[in-house]
């Protein structure tokens, strides 16, 4: 680390809190990031139709801390007196497992499981890192500080957070050593008394053009040989020199007809540095693939996460099973056998995440870092069950409906039309009228055959890493010792009996 640093964490004025906690989030919004759709910069990111509805949204969202009947449940007040996010909440008690977990309930019923940055995963992460700061203390004096500074900073401004931890997909052959050339994986091309200059890409940043801050650091364990791209980075979105390209857009403005994609598109975006400097107390971790594994392989930073994302699943398997079982009433088909079972596939799926969950919740363990965490095997296994349960959920709601999901009309104003009327009788259900049958037909494509939909199940599968590495890492994980010791038990003549 260089001498004299500068710093801009924490420097500033104070959160603003005469306003709400969503005007505050719209107000930074035009901080002058590059946000780049369709090869053009994205001017007043609020206003453009691509982003407007999930920032609304958002904002919605955050304002849930100020309603009166649930900020009790939504914050908590801080050694200063002032009042943050709960995802920012160091769970000292046992009862603080609990508290997260009501929080992280409200954000994601809030979106229907829809949204995942929102809520706080990547703010319980910065958590996790705060906590685990004496860990590393010996590694590297200065991490304890930075991040501290850093942590309190997010905290106490409410800043919303994402990550990026992938390289370019250009050869996977090869590591990211051997590729060379400009904009491949990120790395420091020089070193400054302000900080480092970095160059490269990384993905998949989601959320990030509505977010405030990325944690950007490779997801697998960097190599000796790689050890140029062994960074884990705080970045402020608006940083000069990181352009956000992001994918195409699938928001919609006819919130009538698209009633997911007009208010949760969760946009990703690739983060190309183009020569930008990161401040000295915002690298945490530089050109160091041990310490940099040792930062992420903590337990207490991913338990803290993962504990959202499960909350969340529970939150978006409600949300299909319900949608499921108003499809079959809507059109009669829940006397039949092969239906119930299906129906009762969503709900045995539903119960044993929120099993999972709970179990994990009540088995909490003091960590050796002095904070409590959920059961993080528990945890892990409900992860890898919904990498596999939210794709089948989709192909049940697909088998219930087959064909019917393409009848709806191109939008519910031809109910209004010439011929509405006719359109009345032709599309009503069995226990419904035709208008309310078709706006939960629209509901369901959004989750089954729209690009949002598409995007959601890939999501899925994949938002943890690739699900083969995390079966695996699993397994090795998993205490197997004591089952290994029965059956020893048994094979040398014991009297041990099952």
Known sequence: ???????????????????????????????????????????????????????????????????????????????TGAHANMAFLIPEQ????????????????????????????????????YIGRELLQSEDPDYSDKIVNYYRYVRDHDLLVTSAGHDPQIDRTKLSSELGGLYTALRIVRETEDGI??????????GSPYMDEIIVSPLVKKTAEEKQYALLLMVAVNTPGL????????????????????????????????????????????????????????????????????????????????????????????????????????????????????TAEHGAKLDPSGVWLPDSGLMATAKNLGNRYYPRAIEILQQLSGAGLLQAPSTLAEFRGPLGTQLQAYYRGADRGAEERVKLLKLAWELVGSQLGARHELYERYYAGDPIRTYARQYVDYNKQPHFDKVQEYLLGSTYHQ
Request: aromatic share 8%; with cysteine; hydrophobic share 40%.
């Open 94 to 129: 046992k009862e603080d497992v609990f508290r997260r977990s009501r929080a992280f309930k409200i954000w994601s019923d809030a979106t229907f499981g829809v949204m995942s940055r929102v809520g706080g995963t990547y703010r319980g992460q910065v958590a996790g890192l």
């Open 197 to 206: 200059i970095v160059r490269g890409a990384k993905m998949l940043a989601t």
């Open 243 to 358: 352009h956000l390209i992001c994918r195409e857009s699938f928001a919609s403005e006819e919130e009538e007809n698209h009633p997911l994609s007009s208010r949760f598109d969760e946009m990703d975006a690739v983060l190309v540095f183009d020569d930008a400097l990161i401040p000295w107390e915002r690298v945490l971790v530089k050109e160091d693939p041990e310490l940099l594994w040792k930062v992420r392989s903590t337990a207490v930073g991913g338990g803290l996460g993962l504990h959202k994302s499960i909350v969340r699943l529970v939150s978006k398997l409600e949300f299909v099973a319900a949608v499921g079982n108003e499809l079959a009433d809507s059109i009669g088909i829940k006397k039949f056998a092969h239906v119930k079972e299906k129906l009762a596939e969503l709900f045995y799926q539903l119960e044993s995440i929120k099993a999972l969950l709970l």
């Open 1 to 79: 680390m260089l001498a004299g640093s500068k710093s801009s964490i924490g420097s500033g004025t104070e959160p603003n809190t005469t306003v709400s906690s969503g005007a505050r989030y719209l107000q930074r919004l035009n901080d002058g990031r590059k946000v780049w759709l369709d090869g053009k910069l994205v001017q007043h990111i609020a206003n453009h139709p691509a982003f407007r509805g999930t920032i609304k949204s958002v904002a919605g969202i955050l304002d849930l801390q100020d309603e009166p009947e649930l900020a009790p449940h939504l914050v908590f007040e801080t050694e």
